[in-house]
């Protein structure tokens, strides 16, 4: 089965990440591959925007995971949004992401990235 | 489908895993001629992909193309899926655990395929009779088309 996915930057840093399609054994070097890309560019957000994806296998659960870890290392945040519920059940089996990661839409995400945003003007 | 009425389907693939496409299209097939929900093809699509990729990856130890049969038998409202193979032992239940504090490999991914099938199905049950590895998942649909 096939996937596209398609890259845009937000803002400065900030990445949203859609794949489209089903992600599985097949294809997900796919999804790794364009993460990959984007890495190198030391982004401080990746959001990955999962509305167009109707599948996902433990194969493209581990290039999320992996991707999380390597931007917390770098001190950097992965969301998800829009996740059809399909998508959510897996990921709620598997317990793969703390609930304050995961949105429900983009509203819900624009609304937490505006709380961060006013904590970041703040602090500074 | 009547009360009481049988269904199976049989499917033939070879130890590659790019055999697993025409995998899942047998099984949305199978699914729309049983009017079986969207959630629960989704249910088998999934765990026939996971425990049969880790059959092709795990199982075999030679060159040698293999065959992999998965039969799909419905029966009232149990769904009842058989993967038989001929590779060396191997229980593809047995695939380690996913450890999610551990750096990632390969076997942590396995490992939480499983994890995911032993959630969405309702039996598990492995077997080795006369050479052949011989898996039997069950699940029990409630609602045979909520869509």
Same mark, same amino acid.
């Given at each position: 089965?096939?996937?596209?996915?398609?890259?845009?930057? /937000?803002?400065?840093?900030?990445?949203?990440?859609?794949?489209?399609?089903?992600?599985?054994?097949?294809?997900?070097?796919?999804?790794?591959?364009?993460?990959?890309?984007?890495?190198?560019?030391?982004?401080?957000?990746?959001?990955?925007?999962?509305?167009?994806?109707?599948?996902?296998?433990?194969?493209?659960?581990?290039?999320?995971?992996?991707? /999380?870890?390597?931007?917390?290392?770098?001190?950097?945040?992965?969301?998800?949004?829009?996740?059809?519920?399909?998508?959510?059940?897996?990921?709620?089996?598997? /317990?793969?992401?703390?609930?304050?990661?995961?949105?429900?839409?983009?509203?819900?995400?624009? /609304?937490?990235?505006?709380?961060?945003?006013?904590?970041?003007?703040?602090?500074? | =489908?009547?009360?009481?009425?049988?269904?199976?389907?049989?499917?033939?693939?070879?130890?590659?895993?790019?055999?697993?496409?025409?995998?899942?299209?047998?099984?949305?097939?199978?699914?729309?001629?049983?009017?079986?929900?969207?959630?629960?093809?989704? $249910?088998?699509?999934?765990?026939?992909?996971?425990?049969?990729?880790?059959?092709?990856?795990?199982?075999?130890?030679?060159?040698?193309?293999?065959?992999?049969?998965?039969?799909?038998?419905?029966?009232?409202?149990?769904?009842? =899926?058989?993967?038989? $193979?001929?590779?060396?032992?191997?229980?593809?239940?047995?695939?380690?655990?996913?450890?999610?504090?551990?750096?990632?490999?390969?076997?942590?991914?396995?490992?939480?395929?499983?994890?995911?099938?032993?959630?969405? =199905? $309702?039996?598990?049950?492995?077997?080795?009779?006369? $050479?052949?590895?011989?898996?039997?998942?069950?699940?029990?649909?409630?609602?045979?088309?909520?869509?």
């Amino acid at each position: 089965m096939s996937l596209t996915v398609k890259l845009d930057e /937000r803002a400065p840093g900030i990445h949203v990440v859609s794949p489209m399609g089903s992600l599985d054994i097949m294809n997900y070097t796919t999804l790794q591959e364009a993460i990959d890309s984007l890495l190198q560019e030391s982004p401080k957000m990746i959001i990955l925007d999962l509305k167009d994806l109707d599948y996902i296998t433990s194969s493209g659960v581990g290039v999320i995971i992996k991707t /999380r870890k390597i931007m917390k290392n770098n001190n950097g945040e992965v969301l998800l949004v829009n996740l059809q519920p399909q998508i959510e059940k897996v990921f709620e089996i598997i /317990r793969a992401l703390p609930d304050q990661q995961i949105f429900k839409n983009i509203e819900e995400l624009d /609304r937490y990235l505006d709380r961060m945003q006013k904590k970041v003007v703040k602090e500074g | =489908m009547m009360a009481g009425e049988e269904v199976s389907k049989n499917i033939l693939i070879n130890n590659n895993l790019s055999e697993i496409e025409k995998l899942s299209k047998a099984v949305a097939e199978f699914g729309k001629i049983n009017n079986l929900s969207s959630e629960v093809i989704y $249910d088998v699509r999934l765990t026939l992909e996971e425990v049969v990729s880790n059959i092709i990856k795990y199982g075999f130890e030679d060159n040698y193309e293999h065959q992999i049969s998965i039969e799909m038998n419905l029966q009232g409202e149990t769904l009842t =899926m058989k993967i038989k $193979d001929d590779g060396k032992p191997f229980n593809p239940l047995e695939v380690k655990n996913a450890n999610l504090e551990k750096p990632f490999d390969e076997r942590e991914i396995g490992g939480m395929g499983i994890h995911i099938v032993q959630q969405l =199905m $309702d039996e598990l049950r492995y077997n080795r009779e006369k $050479d052949k590895n011989i898996l039997l998942l069950r699940k029990h649909i409630a609602n045979r088309s909520s869509d």
